[in-house]
């Protein structure tokens, strides 16, 4: 194990890349035990560095899950995430441009462009989309069922038409080549943010679709997988979603191996720290439904997520057992660099954790269902989780997540010391809301057309 060094004598050549995942569940990673996994470089950066067991998201969908990631701040707070994020937010990028540091972010999600801030601070931001669908022939009533023939499939394909579902977003190879480009033309130090959307549904990747039989079996999944959104579709098609979320998870691991290839070639590798963490995970039915999005599913599927920090120099091989939270990877960064932590900032730098010394007391944790006209929060300590629903508040649900990590039995009215003190905590967090100007039901980032396409062909909106 190498000897822990002191942040102070690496923080004026330390450069940072964050590197974001959607959709990514720890359980399905090979550095948490999953021996399904294909994910070498990630399991290599867990080893080399320290992996966070009980990592939680503050958001249960994308959309509220940054404002903690990027701003360390609650996403109901500062006038809420369908806003400007960067009104009145401590944006990371933004604190570090001031610090002399190159930025560039680079993200395929329609939900963290630049309309609703996302750009604020970088020097360089990219969000690419995929090229418009020209297919006019698909859009005829009936064309697309017919794709789910293999036969029709691999016809259509003879006679050199484009049959396979169009991209609902831009792939990882796209997005890490875009950040390597830009990285080959930085000077130091760097602050580079990466996103990844291949573990999102709809999971197939343009290689795997080369033939009419796999083709035909994309187009029957979307149809399978959309009418079974809330009802389950027997065991056989949801392990076939989860050997396809797989897959994706796997292709950004390929691509991620790519990104730190890249890394060496241009001489960053030496002194780079490399933070992966998700925003979020993914239901498959362990409570009756499959996916995430704006609904009020605040169970461990959904809210756990991967943390993995590797900073040269600092020991390897740590796994942090305590809870933490997406609200202390910008604190920690600024700590890592030896950057005051911004007092809007509501997270705790996991600073601590990475060199061996003594962590901050614990605290509760925080996760967020924001929706422009809903709003679900669950509190979180590592034995309980209190969930509450604004549509209906007389009915919080209480888990004991050590007794039943599966959360299948909810102890609503039997721990009334416990549900208070969540009442408390509950009360005192959305006062800190109202004092930073609340959530707003602004909607206006749903008004571009080609938004409200993507999203709606993702699954956030109907």
Not at 45 to 69: H, W
Not at 215 to 225: K, S, T
Not at 253 to 276: K, S
Not at 335 to 360: A, F, K
Request: aromatic share 10%.
């Amino acid at each position: 194990m190498q000897e822990s060094v002191p942040a102070t004598s690496i923080q004026d050549r330390l450069n940072v890349v964050l590197i974001t995942l959607d959709t990514v569940r720890p359980d399905h990673l090979g550095c948490y035990g999953y021996t399904r996994a294909r994910t070498p470089h990630m399991d290599w950066l867990a080893r080399a560095g320290t992996l966070f067991d009980q990592a939680i998201t503050n958001g249960s969908y994308t959309k509220p899950a940054f404002p903690a990631i990027l701003s360390s701040t609650y996403a109901s707070m500062y006038g809420g995430p369908f806003a400007a994020v960067d009104r009145q937010r401590p944006m990371l990028a933004r604190l570090l441009q001031a610090r002399g540091y190159r930025t560039g972010g680079f993200t395929p999600n329609p939900l963290l462009g630049t309309r609703v801030g996302y750009g604020a601070g970088f020097d360089a931001f990219e969000e690419p989309v995929p090229p418009p669908d020209h297919r006019s022939w698909l859009r005829i009533k009936g064309a697309q069922p017919l794709l789910c023939s293999e036969r029709i499939n691999s016809t259509l394909m003879k006679l050199g038409l484009d049959t396979s579902p169009h991209p609902m977003y831009v792939e990882a190879d796209a997005i890490t080549r875009l950040a390597c480009d830009w990285l080959a033309k930085q000077g130091r130090p760097i602050f580079l943010w990466i996103h990844y959307m291949d573990a999102h549904w709809p999971y197939h990747t343009l290689a795997s679709l080369q033939t009419g039989p796999s083709r035909a079996r994309a187009w029957a999944d979307l149809g399978q997988a959309w009418r079974s959104r809330k009802s389950h579709p027997g065991n056989t098609f949801v392990e076939r979603l989860k050997r396809l979320y797989d897959e994706g998870i796997a292709h950004i691991d390929y691509h991620l191996g790519c990104l730190l290839d890249g890394f060496d070639r241009g001489g960053f590798a030496r002194n780079t720290a490399v933070i992966i963490a998700a925003d979020h995970g993914e239901a498959f039915y362990e409570h009756g439904r499959w996916g995430h999005g704006a609904v009020c599913d605040l169970h461990e599927e959904i809210l756990r997520v991967p943390l993995i920090i590797y900073v040269p120099g600092f020991p390897a091989g740590r796994r942090v057992t305590r809870q933490v939270c997406l609200l202390d990877v910008a604190p920690t960064i600024l700590e890592l660099l030896g950057i005051d932590v911004d007092t809007r900032m509501e997270g705790q730098s996991l600073l601590p954790d990475l060199g061996g010394s003594s962590p901050p007391l614990h605290r509760l944790t925080i996760s967020e269902m924001v929706a422009p006209d809903w709003y679900c929060v669950a509190l979180r300590t590592e034995q309980y989780k209190y969930i509450y629903d604004e549509r209906r508040p007389e009915q919080p649900e209480l888990y004991d997540l050590l007794a039943d990590p599966r959360e299948l039995k909810d102890l609503n009215g039997n721990q009334p010391d416990v549900e208070a003190s969540f009442e408390a905590a509950l009360k005192a967090h959305l006062q800190r809301v109202v004092e930073t100007g609340g959530r707003c039901l602004d909607g206006r980032w749903e008004r571009d057309e080609e938004i409200v396409a993507r999203l709606r062909a993702l699954g956030y909106i109907e």
